[in-house]
C-alpha cells in the first residue's frame, strides 16, 4: 500500500513515528513528514510557521506544495492528514475533487471546539475516516460514524509516569519550535537561569536543528545543557518552563510540575484572541475545565511572560496538587491512539 501524509508540524511527526511501528512494512509513506520516515517532499525545516504573517508569506510556496501532493495522491491507494488544518483541509477538499472515492483519513482533528466550528461540516464532507484525540470532540460532528475517538498518541509515547516528586537538581526549558517561539522565550529563560542557582538548567532543542540555526535562533546557550530527548529530560526534570504546545500536555501527563508560557508577534495574538474565546490555551487546562475542575498549571501570555511571574511560579506553585491532577488527567485520556489509527489506516 502507497499512502500519501501530509504532516507538517514537529508534534506531528512524533506521533507519526509511532503510528508507523503498528504499520506493515509493505506501507510505504510518500508526501510531507520527517525525513527519518522515509523519503519526503521537502525537510520539514522549510515549512514551519507561526501565526497569520509568516503564513501570508510563504502562501505561494504552499499553494505549489497543494498542487504537488494532489498530483502526488494519484498513483497513493489512502491518504493520512495530520494536524495543520489551515493548509491539509483545503487540501482534503482539492483531494476530495481530484478523487471522489479515495479514502482521506484526518489524525489529530483541527481543533473546532476552540474556534472555527465551521469547519466540522467540512471535515465530514471531506473525509472518510476522522481520528479524535480529543474524548469530548465528537459532540460537534453530526456524523457519529466517521468520527472515532482513538486514544491520545502522548500515552503511546510516555510510558513512565512520576508517582512522587523528588529533587533532581534539574530544570527543564522548552521554547517552542517555530523560529519566533524561540527568539520571545531566550532571554526570560536565560535569565532564570541566573536567578535560580545550584540547578543543571536543560534546554530542549529540536535534533532537526543544524549548529548554524541553533546559533541564530537561540543566541547565547552556554549556561544550558542541551537536549533533544524531551520525554527523558521532562521525567529527570523537577519543574519545568515551557511555552504553549504539545510539550505542556505531556509535562501534565508525566507529572513534571511547570508553569506555561506563550509569547506571539503582538497583531497574531489580537487577531487569535478575537477567535479563541477559551478561557485557557493549555490542553490539560481545556480538559479540567471541561471536567469542571480548576486548571492544573498557571499560564502567562504576551508582557506577562517575565522573569518574575515565571519565578515566582516556580517557588509557590503547589506541587503535590499538581501530581493528584496528573493522575486525573491520564484517567481522563484513557488510552493511546496508534494502534487504533493503524488498524483504520489498514482496514
Not at 541564530?216 to 542541551?226: A, E, L, R
Amino acid at each position: 500500500m502507497k499512502l500519501l501524509v501530509c504532516a507538517m508540524e514537529t508534534s506531528s511527526n512524533i506521533h507519526l513515528k509511532e503510528l508507523k511501528k503498528h504499520l506493515s512494512d509493505d506501507i510505504e509513506l510518500v508526501g510531507v513528514f520527517d525525513k527519518e520516515l522515509g523519503k519526503p517532499l521537502y525537510d520539514l525545516t522549510h515549512l514551519a510557521i507561526m501565526g497569520f504573517i509568516d503564513a501570508i508569506k510563504k502562501l505561494r510556496f504552499f499553494f505549489k506544495l497543494r498542487d504537488e501532493l494532489v498530483e502526488l495522491a494519484k498513483d497513493c491507494d489512502k491518504v493520512l492528514l495530520m494536524d495543520s488544518s489551515g493548509f491539509n483541509l483545503p487540501l482534503a477538499k482539492k483531494l476530495k475533487e481530484r478523487y471522489p472515492d479515495k479514502e482521506i483519513i484526518y489524525y489529530i482533528l483541527p481543533q473546532a471546539w476552540a474556534w472555527k466550528k465551521g469547519r466540522v461540516q467540512k471535515l465530514e464532507k471531506y473525509c472518510t475516516k476522522l481520528c479524535s484525540i480529543i474524548p469530548f470532540e465528537s459532540e460537534l460532528y453530526s456524523n457519529k460514524e466517521k468520527i472515532t475517538y482513538v486514544g491520545h498518541p502522548l500515552l503511546d509515547e510516555i510510558t513512565e509516569y512520576k508517582m512522587t516528586l523528588e529533587k533532581s537538581n534539574k530544570i527543564i526549558y522548552m521554547p517552542g519550535s517555530r523560529k519566533t517561539e524561540i527568539i520571545n522565550h531566550m532571554d526570560v529563560f536565560r535569565e532564570l537561569t541566573k536567578q535560580i542557582k545550584d540547578k543543571e538548567h536543560i534546554l530542549i532543542i529540536p535534533a532537526k536543528f543544524d549548529d548554524v540555526y541553533i546559533k541564530k535562533t537561540y543566541g547565547d546557550i552556554s549556561s544550558f545543557t542541551v537536549s533533544n530527548d524531551a520525554h527523558t529530560a521532562l521525567k529527570e526534570a523537577e519543574f519545568g518552563f515551557i511555552c504553549s504546545g504539545t510539550a505542556t500536555l505531556e509535562a501534565s501527563i508525566i507529572g513534571t510540575p511547570f508553569v506555561m508560557s506563550y509569547v506571539a508577534k503582538k497583531l497574531d495574538y489580537f487577531i487569535g484572541r478575537q477567535f479563541v474565546k477559551l478561557p485557557f490555551i493549555g490542553l490539560a487546562n481545556i480538559f479540567f475545565h471541561k471536567m469542571g475542575k480548576e486548571p492544573i498549571h498557571k499560564e502567562f501570555f504576551q508582557e506577562d511572560v517575565n522573569v518574575e511571574n515565571l519565578l515566582n511560579e516556580y517557588k509557590n506553585m503547589n506541587r503535590d496538587n499538581y501530581l493528584k491532577n496528573s493522575e486525573t488527567l491520564r484517567k481522563y485520556l484513557k488510552y493511546g491512539s496508534s494502534k487504533n489509527v493503524a488498524n483504520i489506516i489498514k482496514n
